[in-house]
């Protein structure tokens, strides 16, 4: 059983949310927000209090009252002891948004795309959505630095992250207000929280999601396609797609040994021309696996086609790590020749 469908309700009374009183932060907003998602809290009313016997009458409680506990829906992170992480991969302590997520996240996936629990796509957008969104709130709201162990100031300071949007929708210092106030302007900042996390997940369900299974199909014909690398390390797209964002958990995923990954992608670009993208060496990274040719770089048109013998060249960036060509077979040529080089 899911631990939505574990949720009691009294059939003659309205569900309750609680978050605690006061000044708000974008993991009680959002895990608010995302709460209401489901079914049998949609109707759900507000409860914003720090009083114990107001805490204790929610049907489930969120950010406020020092425990945790999942069998009796009580959801808070800062008493002493709790450790609490998404699961064994990661490390990161979770705020009200990540315990909403960690216990509630297939449930309210399943919602929102009309689906069974046990659709195949819900578990992938769970991690995902973890990954790429709720584990920063996490990171901020336990105050745990993301880069712990550098030195000195950084270069530039950010504040228009969500945590800091939300937390400039509280009253000024010096700013009168009541909680009738505080009250509508959680509800705007859980509503805003809201809305760009279901953004995401809409974005993740109908563009990540068919980019993987075109990015999975090229991985098992990367072989077989002609002017193909026997050990297909090139990979080809009829179009463009993104697959930096699939290449590397399908490669692990897959089994792919470390001499058969892909060193280059070739698709065509939205004037009708190609590309040949060397594979960086993680999705965060600049630094390819195995860049174009450096006598290539920097040269254009003519001159790049003279220099390296394929007819159609475009461009190679100066770093090396894409470049052109006016046919579909010069690229693949290009890659081919590359890696020979």
Not at 139 to 162: C, F, V
Not at 176 to 204: H, K, Q
Not at 242 to 260: Q, T
Request: hydrophobic share 40%.
């Amino acid at each position: 059983m899911s631990d939505a469908k574990r949720i009691k309700l009294d059939k003659d009374a309205q569900p309750v949310i609680v978050t605690h009183s006061g000044t708000f932060h974008a993991d009680d907003a959002l895990a608010v927000n995302l709460l209401q998602k489901l079914p049998m809290l949609s109707n759900a009313e507000l409860v914003r209090t720090r009083d114990p016997a107001e805490i204790a009458k929610g049907t489930i409680v969120v950010d406020v009252g020092a425990e945790y506990t999942p069998d009796s829906q009580r959801f808070d992170h800062h008493q002493r002891g709790f450790f609490e992480t998404f699961d064994a991969e990661h490390k990161t302590k979770l705020s009200s948004a990540g315990l909403v997520w960690k216990h509630f996240g297939q449930d309210i996936l399943a919602a929102h795309m009309g689906v069974d629990i046990t659709d195949e796509r819900v578990p992938l957008l769970h991690l995902k959505m973890y990954d790429d969104f709720v584990e920063a709130i996490d990171a901020i709201d336990n105050g745990i630095a993301l880069y712990p162990n550098a030195a000195g100031e950084p270069a530039y300071k950010s504040r228009t992250d969500l945590s800091s949007r939300v937390g400039f929708m509280n009253p000024r210092w010096n700013e009168p207000f009541n909680e009738a106030d505080l009250l509508a302007r959680f509800r705007r900042a859980s509503a805003m929280a809201g809305g760009e996390f279901f953004d995401r997940v809409d974005d993740a369900l109908y563009a990540w999601l068919p980019a993987r299974d075109i990015v999975v199909k090229a991985l098992e014909e990367r072989k077989t396609f002609e002017g193909a690398d026997p050990q297909g390390r090139i990979l080809l797209f009829d179009r463009a797609v993104g697959w930096k964002g699939h290449i590397f958990d399908l490669e692990s995923a897959l089994e792919i040994p470390d001499a058969e990954k892909p060193l280059y992608v070739v698709y065509p670009d939205e004037s009708g021309k190609w590309r040949v993208q060397a594979v960086p060496v993680s999705s965060e990274s600049f630094e390819s696996r195995k860049a174009l040719p450096e006598p290539w770089r920097g040269i254009r048109d003519e001159e790049l086609s003279n220099l390296s013998g394929i007819p159609g060249c475009v461009f190679v960036h100066q770093s090396g790590f894409i470049g052109g060509n006016a046919s579909k077979e010069g690229a693949l040529t290009m890659a081919t020749k590359a890696l020979e080089m």
